[in-house]
Nanobody, 124 residues
Framework: QVRLVESGGGSVQAGGSLRLSCAAS????????MGWFRQAPGKEREGVAF???????GYAGFVKGRFTISRDNAENTLYLEMNSLKPEDTAMYYC??????????????????WGQGTRVTVSS
């Protein structure tokens, strides 16, 4: 049974930083595409950052240069380092896992497993 458990969310002021974690069980993080999505109240879920089996990464334009996705294969854990946070980054953040090596252009429907989400609130 695949389980993804996010942690690390919280409330910070604009300009602050947070590090999200996603611990995977029943799933090999290193061999597949994984990603972070977010959903703000009243908005659709959107992709934030992705990493594939070759450690190639991709980012949404609105976080490029501020967020960094990484993975600890020994710990089977996915991370999202978020710096220079803005109020518009406020959302529920979800970890997602795909049963495929690569991410290239993947949409939310392409991910088979999801975590329960961790809330990030950024105040101005």
């Amino acid at each position: 049974q695949v389980r993804l458990v996010e942690s690390g969310g919280g409330s910070v002021q604009a300009g602050g930083s947070l590090r999200l974690s996603c611990a995977a069980s029943g799933y090999t993080a290193s061999g597949n595409c994984m990603g972070w999505f977010r959903q703000a109240p009243g908005k659709e879920r959107e992709g934030v950052a992705f990493i594939d089996s070759n450690d190639a990464t991709g980012y949404a334009g609105f976080v490029k240069g501020r967020f960094t996705i990484s993975r600890d294969n020994a710990e089977n854990t996915l991370y999202l380092e978020m710096n220079s946070l803005k109020p518009e980054d406020t959302a529920m953040y979800y970890c997602a896992a795909r049963l495929y090596l690569f991410c290239g252009g993947a949409q939310s429907a392409d991910f088979s497993y999801w975590g329960q989400g961790t809330r990030v609130t950024v105040s101005s």
